[in-house]
Each structure stands twice: as structure tokens, then as C-alpha cells.
């Protein structure tokens, strides 16, 4: 099974888990970077970050490495930005188009998803939610526990991908 990972990570917690599950399944890895990555620290990053998010924002990506309709599985992952999912992920939605494809999503916040996954799945309408899991504050928190999870968590989704 082709499998791809799509992410985006401002302070590292998404990244972490990406690589991992990328590591524990032999997965394709994809960073969205955009071309003007958000430089607020402390409380402006919130500020900022929120304001992308329900604003729904789409910023310009770097371009992709990947073509996601060459994959099987499609596991994207995301912190949690006032309750959604990252705005790097609004241009990725908007300029492709996935149907028909197996999908998970897993999300990296401080405490509250909001609705991170339901967001997630109407852009994602016409594949097939596997799976989804969060992650609160893997970098910070018991980093070894959640990495071991994350791992765990992948190994899985290939099992529900092939069942």
C-alpha cells in the first residue's frame, strides 16, 4: 500500500509525529510550507494563527513533492488553530481535488480540537475516513509515551487500510 503523509507544523509538535508514523509504515512524507511562514511568537502567534484559521485564509504554498493522487492511504496531519485545522491546509483543499481515497487524519494541540476533524472530513468528502487521533502537546508532554502511540497508531491504519 502507497502511503503519504501530509503535514503542516509551526513549532515542531506535528512534525515530530509525522516523521514518526512516516518512520514505524515506510511512508512518503510531505511538508506544506508556505512561501511567507508566520514569524509571531508567545501570544501574537495565537493571534495571527486564529485569525488565519477562521478567516480561512489560504496562504501560497512552496510547491508540492509529492502527487497525492499517486497514493492509497493519505494520512494529514495538523495543529489545532482556533478549533480547525491549519490554513496551509484551505489552498491544499482548494487546489486539489481527492475522491476515492483511504484517509486519516491525526491533529497536535494544547488541549482543545475543536472541530479540527469534522473541518477535516467535509474537505475530504467523497474518500474514506479510517481513523484520527489526537495528540496533546507530544514535545512537551511525555514525548516518548506519545511517540511510542503514534507509532502504534500507524501500524494500524495499514491493518484498516488493507482490511
Not at 480561512?56 to 482556533?82: Q, S
Request: proline share 4%; charged share 25%; with cysteine.
Amino acid at each position: 500500500m502507497k502511503t503519504l503523509i501530509v503535514y503542516y507544523s509551526y513549532e515542531g509538535n506535528t512534525k515530530i509525529i509525522a516523521e514518526t508514523i512516516g518512520k514505524s509504515i515506510e511512508a512518503d512524507i510531505m511538508e506544506l510550507k508556505p512561501e511567507k511562514e508566520m514569524t509571531s511568537k508567545g501570544f501574537m502567534k495565537y493571534v495571527w494563527g486564529g485569525r488565519a484559521a477562521v478567516m480561512k485564509k489560504k496562504p501560497v504554498l512552496v510547491p508540492l513533492t509529492h502527487k497525492m493522487e499517486d497514493y492509497d492511504l493519505i494520512i494529514f496531519g495538523t495543529p489545532v488553530w482556533a478549533g480547525t485545522f491549519a490554513p496551509t491546509f484551505n489552498t491544499l483543499f482548494s487546489e486539489h481535488s481527492l475522491k476515492n481515497k483511504k484517509v486519516a487524519l491525526f491533529c497536535c494541540h494544547a488541549g482543545g480540537m475543536g472541530k479540527v476533524f469534522s473541518n477535516f472530513e467535509k474537505s475530504l468528502e467523497g474518500n474514506n475516513i479510517i481513523d484520527k487521533i489526537d495528540i496533546v502537546e507530544p514535545i512537551t508532554q511525555k514525548l516518548e509515551e506519545k511517540l511510542d502511540r503514534a507509532k502504534e497508531w500507524g501500524q494500524s491504519l495499514i491493518l484498516k487500510a488493507n482490511a
